[in-house]
């Protein structure tokens, strides 16, 4: 694997928080508006990789 400067933990965050964005930046979220779908995937709290829990308030999904 390339040597890029990022720990395993870093790219696995990388790579959790793009997952919470892809559908907006694919077009395949299948809620009325970009911000229905924010609102949908931050109603409940979302473990991340390294197991914290964390709220994301529909407003940081929608700055992508």
């Known amino acids: 694997m390339e040597k890029t400067g990022f720990s395993e933990k870093d790219r696995e965050l ?3 928080r ?5 559908p907006v930046i694919q077009g395949t979220f299948s809620d009325a508006s970009i911000a229905a ?19 994301f308030k ?6 992508r």
């Open 18 to 22: 793009f997952a919470l964005i892809a």
């Open 37 to 55: 779908y924010c609102r949908r995937v931050t109603e409940n709290p979302i473990t991340r990789p390294d197991g914290t829990v964390f709220h």
């Open 14 to 16: 990388a790579y959790f």
């Open 58 to 63: 529909p407003a940081t999904l929608e700055k």
